[in-house]
């Protein structure tokens, strides 16, 4: 576990080795997420599409715009389904 420090002007710094493993860079952008009772926070390194280029396998065949639609559709709703 890393401790950080807070400077006279909010920021804190992020170790190198924290920096190395999620890739960031200059220009990096992150999002904090607050938890519920403001008592803690979550950094999340924010993704490019760019990002899941390639982590799903290749496709055997073109799907058209309605075929793409209707597996939507159905995994939203199997999902949600799911949850209850």
Same mark, same amino acid.
């Given at each position: 576990?890393?401790?950080?420090?807070?400077?006279?002007?909010?920021?804190?710094?992020?170790?190198?080795?924290?920096?190395?493993?999620?890739?960031?860079?200059?220009?990096?952008?992150?999002?904090?997420?607050?938890?519920?009772?403001?008592?803690?926070?979550?950094?999340?390194?924010?993704?490019?599409?760019?990002?899941?280029?390639?982590?799903?396998?290749?496709?055997?065949?073109?799907?058209?715009? %309605? %075929?793409?639609?209707?597996?939507?559709?159905?995994?939203?709703?199997?999902?949600?389904?799911? %949850? %209850?």
């Amino acid at each position: 576990m890393d401790t950080l420090t807070l400077n006279s002007k909010g920021q804190i710094t992020i170790p190198a080795h924290v920096r190395k493993s999620l890739d960031l860079k200059p220009g990096s952008t992150l999002k904090l997420y607050l938890d519920p009772k403001g008592k803690g926070f979550t950094i999340t390194k924010t993704a490019s599409i760019l990002d899941f280029v390639g982590v799903l396998p290749k496709s055997k065949r073109a799907y058209t715009v %309605e %075929e793409m639609n209707e597996g939507m559709v159905t995994a939203i709703a199997k999902h949600a389904t799911s %949850e %209850e």
